[in-house]
């Protein structure tokens, strides 16, 4: 039980270390470095120089147990002196990484993280955050909560908006931040998916309800809503809707 209460009480450079002495008893101790980094997927780095030993793992393990800790660092030190990853290790490690929370976050740093949040909320044209201020103001007492705001990779014509609850993050199209589209435009989008916010989906059986009455009813409440509908049904042809 000693060895099991030590781990508990362990840094996470310390666990490095030990693990370290263990690879290799007859090398001094180096120093060590251990960060964790907001990383867009669960890659770990290490690099042992004269500075000493350098570590980066991925912050959603910064809460690991420190048996997963422990695993970690025994899979890159053994990369590190070119022997091969104990089996108990490289198992137990990717036991933790398969469980469903663990999936979850990591799905959810790369989405907000990757390729989806190039841009945040200021635009080469609009700033998604001075908008939202002033919508909150106008339509929600400015008592909504600010979720996160981003501009998307592409500029997709299909997607205009796009609210997502898992990351309580609004993405709006690239293709809205443009000198050629009126603000009034983008305003309306953001308004739309700010709705979806305050008016979750409704599930009647196995009928999801995305737009409810309510939802209507407000959406009503925005000034110039035909004007800007007419202003985005140029912009896209076809049945376009933000979503
Ligand atoms: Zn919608």
């Known amino acids: 039980m000693q060895l099991q209460s030590a781990l508990f009480f362990e840094t996470a450079e310390e666990t490095f270390a030990r693990v370290f002495s263990e690879w290799k008893p007859r090398t001094p101790a180096p120093l060590v470095r251990v960060k964790f980094c907001k990383f867009a997927n669960a890659n770990s780095f290490i690099r042992w120089d004269e500075a000493g030993l350098e570590v980066r793992i991925t912050d959603v393990l910064e809460g690991a147990p420190a048996p997963i800790l422990e695993a970690l660092a025994n ?9 091969p990853v104990p089996k108990i290790h490289a198992e137990r490690y990717r036991r933790y990484l ?19 949040f190039v841009s945040g909320p200021q635009g080469a044209c609009y700033n998604l955050e001075q908008i939202f201020e002033e919508l909150n103001g106008c339509y929600f007492h400015g008592l909504m909560a600010r979720p996160l705001l981003g501009w998307s990779r592409k500029p997709s014509r299909v997607m205009l ?39 979750p989906v409704e599930h009647r059986g196995a009928r999801r309800c995305v737009h409810t009455r309510d939802f209507k009813a407000a959406e009503k409440q925005f000034a110039s809503l035909r004007q800007a509908k007419e202003a985005l049904k140029r912009l896209c042809s076809g049945s376009d809707n933000p979503d």
Not at 105 to 116: A, E, I, P
């Open 161 to 199: 908006g796009h609210y997502a609850p898992s990351h309580n993050a609004i993405i709006l199209s690239k293709l809205l931040d443009r000198p050629a589209i009126p603000r009034l435009a983008v305003e309306y989008v953001l308004f739309h998916e700010m709705l979806h916010l305050r008016f």
């Open 98 to 116: 398969n469980r469903k929370e663990m999936r979850r976050s990591l799905q959810l740093v790369k989405q907000v993280r990757g390729r989806k």
């Open 75 to 83: 899979i890159l030190i053994s990369k590190l002196v070119r022997r």
